[in-house]
């Protein structure tokens, strides 16, 4: 079944759920978020954290026949950042990650490159711009309309540029 799939997605919600009640009953972790198959837990005490790690760990691979992943499964500071479902997630705000900041600026060069057209560099800002309207990112989002409207003018030698509509 294709990642992102919405029938992946509801079972994983399905499969994952006794994940869910393990963490808030079983453990009680008050600050719990998952995500179809990404979560975190908040706490103030990260030896509590590596307890609650294990125990989750014991539990999937016992249970559900599951294994955290050895990279991914880490415990931060909040005031460093976490990465989690496409943001990078700080104490009062969120930011895109720089992946995706940098691919949307790539595909610009490819449209001053004549690489690409202005419906497919079009269609690629309204999907960036839907995914980044959620986070802390308007100043990025006016910067790279922009570029973009910049290149429309040079690449349309004079036959006007598409107008861009940026609401928060």
Do not use: C
Request: net charge positive; proline share 2%; hydrophobic share 35%.
């Amino acid at each position: 079944m294709p990642l992102g799939n919405l029938t992946s997605q509801f079972f994983a919600n399905i499969y994952l759920n006794e994940l869910d009640h393990f963490i808030k009953h079983k453990i009680k972790a008050r600050y719990y978020i998952r995500y179809v198959d990404d979560f975190l837990i908040l706490h103030n005490s990260k030896e509590q954290l590596e307890i609650w790690k294990q125990e989750i760990n014991n539990f999937l691979n016992k249970n559900l026949k599951l294994e955290l992943h050895p990279n991914k499964s880490r415990i931060v500071p909040l005031s460093r950042g976490i990465d989690f479902v496409g943001f990078k997630n700080f104490y009062y705000y969120k930011i895109p990650r720089k992946r995706n900041i940098r691919k949307m600026l790539f595909k610009i060069s490819k449209y001053k490159n004549n690489k690409i057209t202005k419906e497919e560099i079009l269609k690629s800002f309204q999907g960036w711009n839907a995914y980044t309207k959620w986070s802390n990112s308007l100043k990025l989002r006016r910067k790279v309309v922009r570029r973009i409207y910049q290149e429309s003018l040079n690449y349309s030698n004079n036959q006007g540029a598409q107008a861009f509509i940026l609401n928060r």
